[in-house]
């Protein structure tokens, strides 16, 4: 019996935004002059967040002191990871939580804003 070598599995690495893109799409998103989205596009972009990973944070997910980190514990294959949350994804998130007033810790990050979409799916993002 021959034994046949299993070729290894390739890795596509994702795809980013180049930084044009990148600074038109927050650019277009700044002049909304929503919190919440401001939030959720820094989140996503600076953090590298997908957008699942996004939905299912809870406020208790991310850190706002200084050094503050940015825990997914519903990632993709239900994987846990730690990612850093800059300066500016900190202060963006403290600005639209503070509209938000008294929000408890368990609560969702981002609170959809589409009264027919179901708060579980991604679809409150788009």
């Known amino acids: 019996m021959r034994v046949v070598k299993r070729t290894p599995i390739l890795q596509r690495t994702p795809k980013s935004l180049e930084r044009n893109e990148r600074n038109r799409l927050l650019q277009l998103v700044d002049q909304r002059r929503n919190p ?47 990612v850093p949350a800059t300066s500016e994804v900190r202060s963006l998130v403290q600005e639209y939580l503070s509209q938000r007033g008294d929000v408890p810790l368990n609560d969702p ?15 409150g993002l788009r």
Request: charged fraction near 30%.
């Open 109 to 123: 990050l981002f609170v959809y804003t589409c009264p027919k979409v179901n708060p579980d799916r991604r679809d």
């Open 36 to 82: 919440r989205d401001i939030a959720i596009v820094a989140v996503l972009l600076y953090c590298g967040l997908q957008v699942g990973e996004l939905v299912a944070l809870n406020v208790k997910d991310i850190e706002l002191k200084r050094g503050g980190l940015v825990y997914v514990n519903r990632g993709k294959g239900d994987k846990e990871r730690v």
